[in-house]
């Protein structure tokens, strides 16, 4: 079966670092304390899948990364469980180097499912990773029938040598003298992209993308590649696996129907795509595109940011730290806990959240549907500012929010802005990991000001 581009979608977080405070030529995206590459990947995903509405068949998840928040444990299956896929949709991990997010994809495409890629990029200090690197997630979704983009062909080449390299515990990585790396990776990109075109009869394609670790890569990528360069490297800087996916996603954003997209990524070889668009592109695109999401953001100071990295040690609030979460009750609450899933009385209609099992408004028991929360809006109707609280970034903001449709919870705010918050404002869940307690992540839900999409289906705004 012949599976094609059905949909894409992209996350940047809300932080960012002045060219001020890292020396940069523009400022760096930055993902918070309580996210990861995880968080990341559901926000991503949760964005294509709300643009195509519940009941999207998603068999498989194919999920990228540089950073993963386990290991011996498949991060996906947390991505799967937030994204409330069918059980039967196989969940897995590829991980370990930007050449990962090839891997999710061909993986994608061939069973029709969905690539996930998402990174916390970390360097040294003042270092050129610091400088050129951003956090960030995209997702790719493949399936049969009439898509927004075909691939015409794929192609691979592999090669071994020294470029960029990571020990496993290590936090930041390392690379070798950028002109080494150039000369390698030059002579593979020229080649994987004749072969590519070739073999798909194409002269020369319409979009040119290049993606790869190596700098000098991405700054003389126009002399390598035959056709009209539409971004060299993602548009946040070397963004490891999800490097791939944000530029091709920015490509997406503003090509035409019946053009073609040559997507090239040099990670210890070079893996290559050749994508042309269809007339279904236009009515498909994601609600905001990559470089609207890059202009938005609110400025961190660099030492908070290095805090949250663990490259400097700063004072916390002098409270007890938490206790690690133990198996046996995130089990029983992960319809909850990672579904954000309520519960709709059928006698009567009252939504609750945490779901009960006895209505609150007509007191039947046990007649109750369940209600994906992640698909609601709510409006805050009181909150609180605490300084006192345990957290990596204070103080720490928790509002009371009315869910359209019914439904009231508090939740911690994400990314709060307290000046910003009154009674009324709009918010919407987002899932974040809370604390690390032992080595075990506790994620959950927070809220967080609403970004005025389009509601899904299940929303009444």
Not at 252 to 266: F, H, Q, R
Not at 282 to 299: H, Y
């Amino acid at each position: 079966m012949t599976h094609t581009l059905q949909a894409y979608a992209t996350y940047l977080p809300a932080w960012r670092l002045s060219p001020a405070s890292t020396g940069a030529r523009s400022t760096r995206v930055v993902a918070s304390f309580d996210e990861d590459s995880t968080t990341m990947a559901v926000e991503a995903a949760g964005a294509l899948l709300s643009t195509l509405g519940p009941g999207t068949p998603v068999p498989s998840l194919h999920f990228a990364t540089t950073s993963p928040a386990y290991l011996d444990k498949t991060n996906a299956v947390a991505v799967h469980a937030a994204l409330g896929l069918d059980e039967t949709a196989f969940a897995v991990d590829v991980a370990g180097s930007g050449r990962s997010a090839f891997a999710a994809l061909r993986g994608a495409l061939t069973d029709g499912g969905l690539a996930v890629a998402a990174d916390v990029r970390v360097g040294k200090p003042g270092s050129t990773d610091e400088r050129s690197g951003g956090d960030g997630a995209a997702a790719l979704l493949f399936g049969p029938g009439p898509g927004i983009a075909r691939v015409l062909a794929r192609y691979s080449l592999s090669a071994e040598f020294l470029d960029r390299w990571r020990e496993p515990t290590s936090t930041t990585g390392e690379q070798w003298e950028e002109r080494f790396g150039f000369e390698r990776y030059a002579d593979l990109i020229r080649r994987a992209a004749r072969e590519t075109l070739v073999a798909a009869g194409v002269d020369e394609a319409d979009h040119v993308v290049v993606t790869s670790p190596n700098a000098g890569v991405t700054k003389r990528a126009g002399t390598l590649v035959k056709g009209r360069l539409s971004t060299g490297g993602s548009p946040i800087g070397f963004s490891g696996a999800a490097d791939t996916g944000l530029a091709l996603a920015s490509v997406l954003d503003v090509a035409g129907p019946e053009e073609t997209i040559l997507v090239l990524s040099a990670v210890d070889g070079c893996d290559v795509l050749l994508l042309r668009t269809t007339g279904h592109l236009p009515a498909r695109r994601q609600r905001t595109p990559v470089r609207e999401q890059l202009g938005r953001g609110r400025e961190i100071p660099h030492l908070t940011y290095l805090a949250w990295r663990g490259l400097v040690e700063r004072e916390l609030p002098r409270r007890p730290e938490p206790d690690r979460p133990a198996g046996p009750p995130s089990d029983r609450a992960a319809g909850w806990k990672f579904g954000f899933n309520g519960s709709r009385c059928t006698d009567c209609g009252f939504v609750h959240l945490p779901p009960l099992r006895v209505c609150r408004r007509c007191g039947t028991a046990d007649a109750m549907e369940p209600v994906p929360g992640t698909r609601l809006r709510g409006t805050v109707a009181t909150h609180t500012v605490d300084h006192l609280a345990y957290s990596p970034s204070p103080p720490v903001v928790v509002v009371v929010a009315d869910f359209d449709g019914g439904g009231r919870t508090s939740l911690e705010l994400a990314d709060p802005d307290p000046e910003a918050l009154t009674v009324g404002s709009r918010v919407e869940p987002a899932f974040r990991r809370f604390f690390t307690a032992r080595g075990v992540h506790n994620y959950f839900w927070k809220a967080r000001p609403s970004t005025g999409a389009a509601p899904v289906e299940g929303s009444t705004t």
